[in-house]
């Protein structure tokens, strides 16, 4: 097989299993843009903050069932195969876009309603539990010798494509139809284009290729052994929390919650929400292999102890300094700087997660911690909501990305340790 031949090869690997990447963001960020109609539909209130907040709370219920799917699937994938498990993630997520694109609203069907929106969120929770991890570990044992870093990076790349697309057509709709038909019922369009890809990603799934590294295995690890090897490695999945929740923190905020912070927050349109929205899905694409391949050639530590201390210091300035004065010249501007440190680091991160997490277990243990650390990220919207309601102060959400910026930091210099032990060991074996 000639180079080239061999490079399409790879780029149609990288699509093929990062496409169910897409529907998840894409599925996930559309909670975002329309927070406020999706809280009017099914959890209607007389207060706002009240309405606002259940709609919250019901997207952070999908991700209390990441862990449970971490664990259930995260297992499968580990004893069955990369390939069957990413099938599987893909269809159930599908059911539960689906679910949410086609349940009527509250005022039609009563309490049935958000019952039914909430049980679609967890449809999509357990699924999500295990298609990072999967995704993430499969571009890892399919990664050319000393670019590791660059492809798993491409796990969270293609996510950015979803926040893209998503926000272009609601950027689309909102010029388009007329603000009380969008509220009423056009917000539902970009989750029925969701529901059509579905064929598609599924075409795109069904030709992937066992990795080589899994398929080599002489021996597949039974569930028991799976949970003992993750007994065993508790530290390390503690650790790879701390790693994630930096990254899932940061993500929502600047991506998901945007167009709430926006349009809610800072009293800016929703056209102007979407746009900053847009340019932050670029600039992470553009920052998330950069960072990849620069941590292949000078490791993962520099980079992700250099983004975390700069988030701890910029963060609430850069955010009080945008609720001083409003406008989207520097909503643009701040989120774009926020864009660059989430870039940086998870671009480094996941691959980091992804090596430090034993093999027997791999997956399982990347979607155990990712989860778990999810748990927290995708409580931001809820976190941050509250958070200005009980201070009354507009830059609070910063308060919680610096914790998250601060477990990070921790957690880079665990995952140092760790990785300096087997060193050490075989050093003094060899001393000895």
Same mark, same amino acid.
């Given at each position: 097989m000639g180079p080239d031949k061999a490079r399409h090869g790879k780029i149609r690997t990288v699509v093929q299993v990062t496409s169910g990447n897409f529907l998840e963001m894409f599925d996930f960020f559309l909670f975002g843009i329309y927070a406020k109609s999706i809280s009017e539909a099914f959890f209607p209130n007389a207060s706002e903050f009240v309405s606002l907040m259940s709609t919250f709370l019901s997207f952070a219920a999908g991700f209390a069932m990441r862990p449970i799917g971490a664990l259930v699937l995260g297992a499968y994938v580990d004893r069955i195969g990369r390939r069957k498990g990413l099938m599987v993630t893909l269809s159930i997520m599908a059911m539960g876009t689906a679910l949410i694109a086609f349940v009527p609203s509250y005022a039609t069907i009563g309490l049935a309603a958000p019952l039914l929106v909430v049980f679609g969120r967890l449809l999509q929770g357990f699924s999500a539990g295990v298609e990072l991890g999967?995704?993430? =570990?499969?571009?890892?044992?399919?990664?050319?010798?000393?670019?590791?870093?660059?492809?798993?990076?491409?796990?969270?790349?293609?996510?950015?494509?979803?926040?893209?697309?998503?926000?272009?057509?609601?950027?689309?709709?909102?010029?388009?139809?007329?603000?009380?038909?969008?509220?009423?019922?056009?917000?539902?369009?970009?989750?029925?284009?969701?529901?059509?890809?579905?064929?598609? $990603?599924?075409?795109?799934?069904?030709?992937?290729?066992?990795?080589?590294?899994?398929?080599?295995?002489?021996?597949?690890?039974?569930?028991?052994?799976?949970?003992?090897? $993750?007994?065993?490695?508790?530290?390390? =999945?503690?650790?790879?929390?701390?790693?994630?929740?930096?990254?899932?923190?940061?993500?929502?905020?600047?991506?998901?919650?945007?167009?709430?912070?926006?349009?809610?927050?800072?009293? $800016?349109?929703?056209?102007?929400?979407?746009?900053?929205?847009?340019? =932050?899905?670029?600039?992470?694409?553009?920052?998330?292999?950069?960072?990849?391949?620069?941590?292949?050639?000078?490791?993962?530590?520099?980079?992700?102890?250099?983004?975390?201390l700069l988030a701890l210091v910029t963060v609430y300035p850069a955010l009080a300094w945008l609720v001083g004065e409003p406008s989207f010249g520097r909503m643009l501007a701040v989120e774009l700087w926020l864009s660059l440190l989430y870039g940086w680091y998870n671009g480094a991160m996941v691959v980091a997660l992804t090596e430090i997490v034993p093999k027997s277990a791999r997956a399982s243990g990347f979607s155990l911690a990712y989860s778990l650390a999810t748990t927290l990220g995708g409580s931001s919207l809820a976190i941050s909501t509250w958070l200005i309601h009980a201070t009354g102060d507009k830059a609070a959400p910063a308060y919680w990305m610096a914790f998250a910026a601060l477990c990070g930091l921790v957690a880079s210099l665990a995952i140092a340790y760790f990785a300096a032990q087997p060193a050490a060991e075989a050093a003094a074996a060899a001393s000895a």
């Open positions: 999967g995704v993430s =570990v499969y571009l890892a044992e399919v990664a050319t010798p000393g670019h590791k870093g660059f492809y798993v990076s491409w796990q969270s790349a293609s996510q950015q494509i979803a926040i893209v697309v998503a926000a272009l057509i609601g950027f689309a709709l909102n010029a388009w139809m007329a603000p009380a038909a969008l509220a009423a019922w056009g917000w539902r369009i970009p989750f029925f284009v969701g529901c059509l890809i579905v064929p598609l $990603l599924f075409a795109l799934r069904r030709s992937l290729q066992e990795t080589a590294e899994f398929a080599s295995r002489p021996h597949r690890p039974s569930f028991g052994e799976i949970g003992r090897a $993750l007994t065993a490695n508790w530290l390390i =999945v503690v650790a790879g929390v701390g790693l994630v929740v930096m990254t899932t923190v940061s993500f929502y905020l600047i991506t998901v919650y945007t167009p709430t912070f926006g349009r809610n927050v800072l009293k $800016l349109s929703l056209s102007d929400s979407l746009l900053v929205t847009i340019a =932050v899905g670029i600039s992470n694409f553009i920052w998330l292999p950069i960072s990849g391949a620069v941590s292949d050639r000078i490791g993962r530590l520099p980079i992700l102890i250099a983004a975390t």
